[in-house]
């Protein structure tokens, strides 16, 4: 994918262009023979596409990697992608201002563009999420390995997370100045405390403190799980211009405005499915975000390299089939099945990369005398023609109320 010509204006020197993504679970399912490319075959295209919209840089907001020690096979993967489409000789238009051995870990504490050791033409920053989290001797994340390879530039780790203190990494383009905070995944009930005892502190620059556009990257719970198995909203600090949500896979990317802090918040959602959940087979996107002064507009990106994924459900109880008769359950499934397939075939965007098997998942609820089937006999029917023939029938009885 070629670059898009432009000539500057003088809004274009004054304004940010930031590609977001997060949840790219590189080496997702990465022994499946179907399936294992998958989600590099999407990062890729997320570099292609950062280089195509001239992003002045690229945002992840953590799970980059699927696994917490990634195969080298992903490590490689992810290294030679950053390599081709990261390092170059574009100049990077963004001035760096705030104090990088404060911003970034050691032994390297710097920002990989303005190193003259690297020639970065597509700089990258990111959080790191809950699967590729620093842990085990030394306290190390894939994240880490990137940073002192100079790929990345990995922020937003707190040293205490019963006190955190977040610096903000500050930068300017033109007439328009940034404050970009992040926060990497912490287990979500001692965050949750922690906020609790108003001990996350978001430091602000100092000077002409009203003129930066503040921008947020967490990598939490959303969703409520529980008491305190989230992060509520409302925690976060109202003088926040836009919050940017990982974690949750669910595609929500258009901005909404919060009801009391008066922040804008956007989910991305992941890149790649990585369960057969009803908020994983939305269209995946990510997001282009245009940044001056204190305003912003976000463009949101068709991703053309996702798996098609189509998800139903049934009801036995509602059809005219004889739950005694089992070879009617299996022929209604199969044709119910062979129209999801049908469904997906006009989702194809005649992209050459796109995965040519959809993912199907039909959900059957069988209360009234219904007998499950075996899931993996029912699939084998569609072996060359779905990604995941052993789990396209998931069987489930509706709950008693009384």
């Known amino acids: 994918m070629a670059r898009r010509q432009q000539h500057p204006s003088e809004d274009e020197k004054n304004t940010f262009r930031i590609l977001i993504a997060t949840d790219n679970h590189v080496g997702y399912l990465e022994r499946d023979s179907i399936r294992g490319n998958d989600a590099l075959v999407t990062f890729e295209e997320i570099l292609e596409l950062a280089n195509y919209h001239n992003a002045d840089f690229i945002l992840l907001g953590g799970d980059l990697f699927h696994e917490n020690k990634p195969s080298r096979k992903s490590m490689h993967g992810v290294m030679s992608l950053m390599r081709r489409y990261c390092v170059g000789q574009r100049p990077c238009k963004i001035e760096f201002l705030s104090d990088q051995s404060t911003n970034f870990p050691p032994p390297f504490p710097v920002v990989n563009f303005d190193s003259p050791d690297y020639n970065i033409a597509m700089p990258i920053f ?57 926060l990497g995944s912490i287990r979500d009930e001692r965050l949750h405390r922690t906020f609790l005892k108003k001990n996350v502190k978001l430091l602000r620059p100092r000077e002409n403190t009203e003129d930066w556009f503040n921008l947020f990257t967490i990598h939490q719970n959303r969703s409520r799980h529980g008491k305190t198995n989230y992060i509520p909203e409302q925690f976060l600090d109202n003088f926040l211009d836009l919050v940017v949500w990982g974690h949750e896979h669910e595609c929500l990317v258009t901005p909404v405005m919060h009801a009391t802090n008066n922040f804008f918040l956007t989910q991305p959602g992941s890149s790649v499915a990585t369960s057969l959940s009803e908020g994983e087979a939305k269209t995946k996107h990510i997001a282009l975000v245009e940044i001056k002064d204190k305003q912003f507009n976000l463009h949101k990106l068709p991703l053309r390299t996702v798996r098609p994924f189509v998800m139903s459900e049934v009801v036995l109880a509602k059809t005219a089939i004889d739950a005694a008769k089992e070879e009617k359950v299996m022929q209604f499934l199969r044709e119910k099945v062979e129209s999801m397939i049908e469904q997906a075939t006009d989702q194809l965007l005649d992209e050459e990369r796109e995965p040519m098997k959809p993912l199907i998942r039909l959900k059957v609820e069988y209360t009234g005398g219904f007998s499950t089937i075996s899931s993996q006999r029912f699939g084998q029917q569609f072996v060359d023609k779905v990604a995941n023939p052993r789990d396209i029938l998931l069987f489930y009885r509706k709950r008693q109320t009384y």
């Open 126 to 182: 990111s959080i790191h999420g809950n699967h590729d989290d620093p842990t085990g001797d030394g306290s190390l994340s894939s994240m880490d390995i990137l940073s002192v390879s100079g790929l990345v530039n990995y922020f937003g780790r707190a040293s205490n997370v019963d006190d955190i203190t977040l610096s903000p990494l500050l930068m300017k383009k033109g007439s328009t100045k940034l404050a970009l905070y992040g």
